[in-house]
């Protein structure tokens, strides 16, 4: 198990249409998180999940987005309706444990035009 | 709610020109902080935690240091492979053992030949 990894790399999609982004975890890993990074800014937490059960959801996280873990293994995050605005790295990180910081995938591109 | 400022935004060095990275927090009572460093198209890669005030952690070139207010990445006689973004964050604990991280903006940093 080399780390977190992240399908697909990049996405060009159209606005209005649906999107899907695959994450799988380091295996031993019980805790899953979500973050977006728009160019020039930090990354800004999204959700997470300890296990299958999602615990934390931000404002961010619109109604048009959901993430799922099913099983507590692999998780997604589904966006609706695609808009410009959604544009943006999508980056999955993982942790276990007493908290030492995250293991971070190297995220997903997705553009919307 | 934490915040987190970084200066500079940018900074371009020439190899072996040592300097330092700013962060700046506000928190209700520091958990962690923690340093990443982020190249261009890849997810963020841990470099550092620090837990309380007068900590020092050193990794080849860079130190990262603590205090009650800031904390700073200092970067000794850099080579063109230390060029990156710097990010820093905070952490804040979430429901059921799982912890939040609010970045900073970053600093962007070039070294030259």
């Known amino acids: 198990d080399t780390g977190v990894s992240q399908d697909p790399r990049h996405k060009i999609t159209k606005r209005g249409q649906n999107v899907t982004f695959r994450c799988d975890p380091i295996s031993e890993h019980n805790r899953l998180y979500w973050y977006r990074q728009t160019l020039g800014q930090g990354p800004e937490f999204l959700t997470y999940?300890?296990?299958?059960?999602?615990?934390?959801k931000s404002r961010l996280l619109s109604d048009r987005f959901s993430a799922e873990r099913p099983k507590g293994s692999f998780s997604t995050l589904e966006i609706q309706r695609t808009e410009q605005g959604d544009s943006a790295m999508y980056l999955c990180?993982?942790?276990?444990?007493?908290?030492?910081?995250?293991?971070f995938g190297s995220g997903t591109r997705l553009t919307v035009v | 709610e934490d915040q987190v400022t970084q200066s500079p935004e940018a900074l371009r060095l020439q190899e072996g020109e040592s300097s330092s990275l700013n962060c700046s927090y506000t928190?209700?009572?520091?958990?962690?902080l923690f340093w990443y460093r982020q190249d261009p198209g890849k997810g963020p890669e841990f470099l550092f935690t620090?837990?309380?005030a007068g900590e020092e952690k050193e990794k080849e070139r860079l130190k990262a240091t603590l205090t009650k207010k800031e904390s700073f990445l200092h970067i000794t006689a850099p080579k063109p492979e230390d060029s990156a973004t710097y990010l820093c964050a905070v952490q804040e604990a979430l429901t059921g053992g799982g912890n939040k991280l609010t970045f900073g903006t970053g600093t962007q940093l070039k070294v030259e030949l």
């Open positions: 928190v209700s009572g520091l958990r962690g």
């Open positions: 999940f300890q296990n299958e059960a999602q615990l934390e």
């Open positions: 990180a993982s942790s276990l444990g007493t908290f030492n910081g995250y293991t």
């Open positions: 620090l837990y309380s």
